[in-house]
């Protein structure tokens, strides 16, 4: 129930395509759904977050889209770069992610194709 | 405004050692968060600490593990006796009640010989 099941493990984008990620989670408690990126020897930064009562959040390139129904969440990254190569992970909170511990996907690595 | 600090960057431990790790959260933040990330793995929430207290340590092994946020310095999670199995990196993390939101130091990666 607490697990969130990220898709797939591994994403090859050509440069300008769409990166597309998945996730899925059991627990209908969650409320807080953050989208994590994270380099090489770094820690993982807020990339952008969402909560259930919208279906879609845009901040530039990147977009959750979030099926409340299917309790399924995605993350579209537009006109990918090279310079978004990094790994990714979704995760879920039961509450703000200010407070509350999350639970992670196991990340997809993106690999942009100049 | 510095970030989250961790050190050390890298630590090498032989089996049976003690590891240390420390964090300092941002300034103004009073809620400490410990992750511990494997290969390939996502990051698994072990503790969360405010000042003095342990408000959650539900992902923490029972033995060997522990924390602390004292009221002054920085966050400290100790790991006693080290096995080959505790080879992982280990994140902090840190929020405000006001702001909400974690932010994530650079880790500290630690490797059991």
């Known amino acids: 129930q607490q697990q969130v099941k990220q898709s797939p493990q591994s994403l090859i984008v050509q440069k300008g395509g769409i990166s597309i990620i998945n996730c899925a989670y059991e627990?209908?408690?969650?409320?807080?759904f953050p989208w994590y990126q994270q380099f090489p020897g770094k820690g993982p930064a807020l990339l952008i977050a969402?909560?259930?009562?919208?279906s879609e959040k845009k901040e530039g390139r990147f977009t959750i889209s979030f099926n409340k129904s299917a309790k399924q969440f995605s993350l579209h990254i537009m006109d990918s770069q090279p310079g978004d190569s990094a790994t990714y992970f979704c995760?879920?909170?039961?509450?703000?992610?200010?407070?509350?511990?999350?639970?992670f996907g196991k990340g997809t690595k993106l690999t942009v194709n100049p | 405004n510095a970030g989250v600090m961790q050190n050390p960057r890298h630590l090498v431990r032989r089996r049976g050692q003690e590891a240390r790790l420390r964090c300092s959260p941002m300034?103004?933040?009073?809620?400490v968060y410990w992750y511990r990330q494997l290969p390939e793995e996502g990051l698994k929430f072990m503790v969360y600490?405010?000042?003095?207290?342990?408000?959650?340590e539900s992902g923490m092994p029972k033995e060997r593990f522990s924390a602390e946020f004292p009221k002054e310095g920085p966050s400290i999670l100790r790991i006693q006796q080290v096995v080959r199995g505790d080879s992982a990196a280990y994140f902090c993390?840190?929020?405000?009640?006001?702001?909400?939101?974690?932010?994530f130091g650079s880790g500290t990666r630690l490797t059991v010989v």
């Open positions: 600490l405010q000042k003095e207290n342990i408000i959650d």
């Open positions: 627990n209908t408690a969650f409320d807080y």
């Open positions: 995760a879920a909170s039961m509450g703000q992610g200010g407070s509350e511990k999350l639970v």
């Open positions: 300034k103004g933040h009073s809620h």
């Open positions: 993390a840190s929020s405000s009640t006001i702001s909400g939101g974690y932010t």
């Open positions: 969402i909560r259930p009562d919208v």
